[in-house]
């Protein structure tokens, strides 16, 4: 079974709007962490935002937001007032305390902001 | 934020020839470091994880002796393809853990692009 699942393959927002990504996960591990990075066409992965399992709050770093549920498995990344550089590939992320190393990576969302 | 560096950027070989690229820490310790490759348009996958002074724990269908790690240091990590083929064009991404406290974040490379012709 997939640990991590991005269904949006590819999501458009205009600019200055908000857009949710989606994420959902699978673990039965009690604790865990969950992480955004963006990838833009560089390359390069930038971390966005981190959410604990044990955290009862969701994440917030600037623009963007973590919506965490966390009977649903869901750790959804919102961005608001969207701008033409967030254009780039979307990773949701996964690390089980259990297996420690092993960081679970969806498949990723292409995210285009039109002007 | 901690900063992961990776050399070359890109690189273009012939095939059979060897490639080493070299992943470092700059401002913190890693005791681990991870190795991606990633295809176009697909996600991350991991190939191995590597500590300080150890063995390269290699995942499943990774050839070790194609893709040799080294670790040698805190801040440096080194994957070498060797006898490179031109399937072995791919993205590769290297990530370091900062060592001390939860949530164990890590930090990624720029990438380095491989194509072997």
């Known amino acids: 079974a997939q640990k991590i699942t991005q269904t949006q393959p590819g999501m458009f927002v205009q600019e200055k709007e908000a857009v949710t990504l989606d994420c959902t996960y699978d673990?039965?591990?009690?604790?865990?962490?969950l992480f955004w990075y963006k990838q833009p066409s560089s390359g390069e992965m930038i971390f966005l935002i981190y959410?604990?399992?044990?955290?009862?709050q969701n994440a917030t770093e600037g623009r963007y937001s973590l919506n965490f549920q966390k009977a649903r498995k869901s750790a959804n990344l919102v961005i608001s007032a969207s701008q033409l550089g967030d254009s780039a590939m979307y990773f949701c992320?996964?690390?089980?305390?259990?297996?420690?190393?092993?960081?679970?990576f969806g498949t990723g969302t292409s995210l285009t902001v039109i002007p | 934020g901690a900063v992961v560096s990776q050399h070359p950027s890109w690189v273009i070989c012939k095939s059979g020839t060897s490639v080493k690229i070299e992943c470092r820490s700059l401002?913190?310790?890693?005791?681990?470091m991870f190795w991606y490759r990633q295809f176009p348009k697909q996600s991350l996958m991991l190939m191995a994880t590597?500590?300080?002074?150890?063995?390269?724990?290699?995942e499943q269908g990774v050839e070790k002796d194609k893709f040799l790690i080294n670790h040698a240091s805190l801040t440096l990590s080194t994957l070498t393809v060797t006898s490179a083929h031109p399937e072995d064009s791919s993205f590769y991404i290297c990530?370091?853990?900062?060592?001390?406290?939860?949530?164990?974040?890590?930090?990624f490379g720029p990438g380095t692009r491989l194509t072997v012709t």
């Open positions: 990530s370091a853990r900062v060592r001390t406290g939860p949530p164990y974040e890590q930090y």
């Open positions: 673990t039965s591990d009690q604790s865990y962490g």
């Open positions: 959410q604990g399992s044990y955290d009862e």
């Open positions: 992320a996964m690390r089980e305390a259990n297996t420690g190393n092993q960081f679970y």
């Open positions: 401002d913190f310790q890693a005791t681990t």
């Open positions: 590597s500590n300080e002074g150890s063995k390269a724990t290699y």
